[in-house]
């Protein structure tokens, strides 16, 4: 499974950025998908997780009413809408797909295959 995530860049703060994460080379309906994030000098964080079916969403609470994460099984891509966003958002943003599991996930650990990473600046 390889998953290419895009729609990083520079915004303001207030700004908003999609990003995409398209995956590869496996049955993407299935997986239960997340994205997460690292700051500079920072461990990963969860920020957002979606079911295999798009029903069932979680978010962190840092992001909660200002990112929505979504997902389009016909374009095998999720997709994470940032709203609103704050300087204390920027870092590399990761999506995540775990192979087997009917709900979302919150664990880095439960994941199987990682993106390489998209770069969010907000400059205040």
């Known amino acids: 499974v390889q998953l290419v995530e895009s729609g990083g860049g520079l915004v303001q703060a207030g700004g908003s950025l999609r990003l995409a994460c398209a995956a590869s080379?496996?049955?993407?309906?299935?997986?239960?998908m997340g994205w997460f994030r690292q700051a500079p000098g920072k461990e990963r964080e969860f920020v957002a997780a979606?079911?295999?079916?798009?029903?069932?969403?979680y978010h962190a609470d840092s992001v909660k009413g200002r990112f929505t994460i979504s997902r389009d099984n016909a374009r095998n891509t999720v997709y994470l809408q940032m709203n609103s966003l704050k300087p204390e958002d920027t870092a590399v943003y990761y999506c995540?797909?775990?192979?087997?599991?009917?709900?979302?996930?919150?664990?880095?650990?439960?994941?199987?295959?990682w993106g390489q990473g998209t770069q969010v600046t907000v400059s205040s």
């Open positions: 995540a797909a775990k192979i087997l599991g009917g709900n979302y996930y919150y664990r880095d650990s439960e994941y199987d295959y």
């Open positions: 979606i079911n295999w079916t798009g029903g069932r969403t």
């Open positions: 080379g496996g049955t993407f309906s299935m997986y239960p």
